[in-house]
């Protein structure tokens, strides 16, 4: 089932194309360090953002002289910081993410990995990281340079690491304590339910966004016949006879899956991207993404 | 070839019912199951609970595969029900077999095996196993009579069992009575005249199919309508036939020579060719004569042999032949044995009658009773004579009152006066002459009366009617002379009581002619007249001697009044008249029956335990019922039967086929019934081949073989 990578995470023209995109947070973080994104504070970009009178002890490079000719008061000129953003790409390393050709764990490191290069490219605070022990692993990365070890880090990234999605955002969340945007890749197949997890990032006041990653395979399994299916992550097994009613309503079921899954996010402000692992990379994040708002 | 179970068993019924349910539950309870790894059971788990709600439905609806094999299996119980229609044209689903189990039936036709009642009853068994759950049949078998063997049934295990149960028989053939059966519910009764048009028919006719299984030997049906049945007749065997029949043999003894036996027969040729041969007669087991025969198809002849014997015999006549059928090739009779006769004695006292009685030979042959003249007012007399039981009453120089009801022989008397009605009270006073002449003689006087009477009727009856009347004066016995000394001048020789007698040499002191009414034989003739005669009287004889043996003087004393006591011919006379007066010798041979007929045989009552018992057969003990006669009716078997009586032969009888039309065994092929004639038809059926029962088992083993190898696939 699990297909080693065959395809390079980034190829060289989707490189191109992604330096060329930033990342679109839906809201405006405070960031830790000088960067290209608005920030609540204010700083000293060119940008204008407001007036106010002058206190004893305020620089005195920010008065604004012409005002004090007109109107003989002294009155300080605040402009628009501009700081980094934080950007965190979570990746569900479970078991049943090593599924479908390419798998759909591959597939999610192949979008981590170029929204990554589009963070560092803007200057961004970047983490990509999977959910479980690699996490603590992942480094955070600034800067175009830091691609390699970005990819480095992908590379060390497998499957088996069977983390409920809730105690893997927990454990994100406890190691990260600021804000930005985290964009969850994951199949969402977590009999503990995503809901929670969701939640948790949502209460982290991150900007949400999930690629619900799915294999043709899963959305039309190819198996017929009387089966026995077993849980890749936890052994489980569940006897069926696989006929064509039987599949109408596994396909009704995923159907129902991901409409309850989008009707979730939109309630709480998340970006849903469905993905389908046989689309190609580079349509998803130049086509899909860019319609879901998530680069630009 | 019957290697499949029937299904009018329900083992069977279940057996199949237990297939399609077993397949669903091997379906469902299969532990194979192809295992898969999946992402996760996630989704899946909530689409097994959808499924659970409505799954076996589900899976049976889906289920290609299992519908599949379920139809399969559902059309082989089809076929196993033998659907599909015979390949006759069958009329009503009602058939009547009339299957014919006479002694004709046992012929064994040339280049065949069986018998045609065998034949017959492969051809009936054939139809009957195809026969569709629905039709329903019976089974009559008929002889001489007619026997519902089987009513009306859609079994056809118990139509085999019923057909097993009939058996060839020897008897002859009626189909009447099988045809009125055969018609009981196809033609009911009406209730009343058929114009009458408010009649109404006490049942619905049930039309039924009439199969008749026959050789056509038996007479042509007029008096019955067919009616709603529609006949088919099936002629058993061909009208080639090889058959030689005694149909008569018969034995009589010589009236003129009592110990010559004749024996005659009749044999016919039924075949088609001449034939040759001889025919053998043996008596008691041991041969005794042969003679050779020749005779052309459709003839007969005759054969007579003549035997010397007085003695009971059986005769058995055989042809060395072989022809197709044996039963007729043999035929048997006999000659009956002496009877032991009754014989009582009225005599005032006769040494030489006594003792000619007693003799070695009589003995065995007769009873004797003595008693004087005086028993004849007794109740106990009247009753022998009223009934008849003795079978000769002896008077000795005296005269009933009455005749008696059976023979007599008057010796030195008359019979009393019988004859009209106005004669009668006349001869009660004759008898009382003769009364009174009897006690005479009984206290030792002379019986003169009777004599006197009879030299002068109109003195001795003065007042006597009959003695008026010539008509009745012509029917009675009467003294023709007076008494005086007797020449014999003639002697009927041919008579049998006259048999053996050389009776010249006899000295008779005194003695009268006498007549007799009209029929009277004179067997002994003397100067004086008939000094012995004989006469018939309502069916018995009465013999009268003109002269006594023994006569009383006047002192009463006995006198020899003949020196015949001391020939030899006088116990050969008593015993004559012991064999043909008493009837102890009958002249006739033995009666021949009808295999089946029921023979009823007179015996003497002093007969206690008689048997009856087939020469070469086992006895079997008889009650007899009242006045001696018995019923037998154990006469299946043709021969010679022997009713016996402690180891002694009371009577004999023979069974003899002797039918001409159960002889003539060339097949019929053309029968007539009522108005309509039918021709014979070919009794075979169309016989379905049952290779489609092989067909279904290999589809059957194909489906399981097919499911086996799908079931490893999977797995």
Known sequence: MSNRQETPLLSPSLLGRLERMELVSRKVFRGRMKGERKSKRKGQSVEFHDFRNYVPGDDLRLIDWNLYARLDQLFLKLFQEEEDLHFYALIDASESMNFGTPTKLHVAKQLAAALGYVGLCRADRVSVQALGPMGRQAPVLRGRASLWKMLNYLDLVESGHNVSLFDGVKDFSLRNSGTGVAVLISDLMDKQGYESALRMLIGRRMDVFVMHVLSP???????????????????????????????????????????????????????????????????????????????? | MNLLPSLSNPLAWTLLALVPAGIIVL?????????????????????????????????????????????????????????????????????????????????????????????????????????????????????????????????????????????????STDILGALKAAAGLANPRRSSEIADVKDIQVADAKPADLLVYSDGGFQTVTEFSLGNLKADYVAMGSSEVNNLAITAFSTERNTERQSEVQ????????????????????????????????????EQTGLSFII???????????????????????????????????????????????????????????????????YMQTDDYKKRAQDGIDDLIIYDACSPAEMPATNTFFIGSLP??????????????????????????????????????????????????????PLAKEQNWRWSSPESSVMLIDIERTHPLMRYLELFSLLIFSGRGVEGPPGTVELVGADVGSILA????????????????????????????TNWYAERSWPVFLLNVLR???????????????????????????????????????????????????????????????VESDTKLADLFAINLFDPQESAIAAVKQIDIGYESLTSEDGSIEQRQELWRWALLAMLGLIAAEWCVYSRRVA
């Open chain 2, 534 to 561: 004989i006469a018939p009287r309502d069916g018995f004889q009465d013999m009268v001697l003109g002269f006594e043996i023994v006569s009383r003087n006047s002192d009463g004393d006995a006198e020899t009044n």
């Open chain 1, 217 to 296: 395979e899963e959305i039309d399994p190819p198996i017929r016949g009387d089966r026995r299916l077993i849980d890749v992550e936890d052994g489980d097994s569940a006897e069926i006879t696989l006929n064509n009613y039987a599949l109408q309503k596994y396909q009704e079921t995923v159907s129902s899956f991901i409409g309850s899954t989008k009707t979730f996010c939109a309630k709480r402000s998340i970006a849903y991207v469905p993905v389908r692992t046989e689309t190609p990379v580079e349509t998803i994040v130049t086509k899909y993404l860019r319609e879901r708002g998530v680069v630009r």
């Open chain 2, 416 to 469: 009393p006066a019988t004859a009209t009605e106005d004669s009668t009270k006349a001869r009660f006073s004759g008898n009382q002459g003769a009364a009174e002449g009897t006690n005479a003689a009984d206290s030792g006087s002379t019986a003169t009366p009777d004599v006197q009477g009879a030299t002068d009727p109109n003195a001795t009856n003065s007042n006597a009617t009959p003695a008026d009347n």
């Open chain 2, 580 to 642: 043909h007066l008493a009837g102890a010798a009958d002249a006739t041979g033995a009666p021949s029956y009808r295999p089946g007929e029921t023979v009823r045989v007179r015996l003497e009552s002093k007969i206690s335990n008689p048997s009856v018992k087939r020469i070469g057969g086992s006895p079997i003990n008889i009650t007899p019922g009242p006045a001696g006669s018995l019923e037998i009716i154990d006469t299946e078997i043709p021969g010679n039967y022997r």
């Open chain 2, 263 to 298: 024996a005659f027969a009749t044999i016919e040729n039924f075949g088609q060719s001449t034939i040759s041969t001889t025919a053998t007669l043996t008596m008691n087991g041991l041969f005794l004569d042969a003679e050779a025969i020749e005779i052309e198809p459709g």
């Open chain 2, 27 to 171: 379906y469902f309870l299969k532990l194979k199951r192809e295992p898969v790894e999946v992402p996760s059971t996630y989704l899946w788990s909530k689409t097994i609970e959808d499924l659970h709600v409505n799954s076996l439905l589900q899976r049976l609806r889906r289920s290609l595969l299992l519908l599949l094999q379920l139809l399969a299996v559902f059309i082989a119980v089809i076929a196993l029900l033998r659907p599909g229609f015979r390949g006759q044209t069958a009329g009503q689903e009602r058939t009547v077999f009339l299957i014919d189990n006479s002694a004709s039936m046992q012929t064994v036709d040339r280049n065949e095996t069986a018998s045609r009642f065998e034949n017959a009853k492969r051809l009936i068994l054939a139809r009957i196993e195809a026969m569709s759950d629905t039709d329903s049949a019976m089974v009559i078998a008929f002889n001489d009579r007619a026997e519902t063997v089987q009513s009306f049934t859609t079994d056809r295990g118990r139509l085999r069992d019923s057909l097993k149960r009939v058996a060839i028989t020897n008897h």
């Open chain 2, 308 to 374: 010397e014997t007085e003695e009971a015999a059986s005769l058995t006549l055989t042809l060395d032949h072989e022809d197709d059928l044996e039963i007729d090739n043999v035929a048997y009779t006999g000659l009956s044995p002496l009877r032991n006769v009754s014989i009582l004695v009225i005599t005032p006292g006769n040494t030489p009658l006594k003792v000619g009685l007693e003799t070695e030979k009589t003995a065995k042959i007769c009873t004797n009773s003595f008693f004087p003249p005086s």
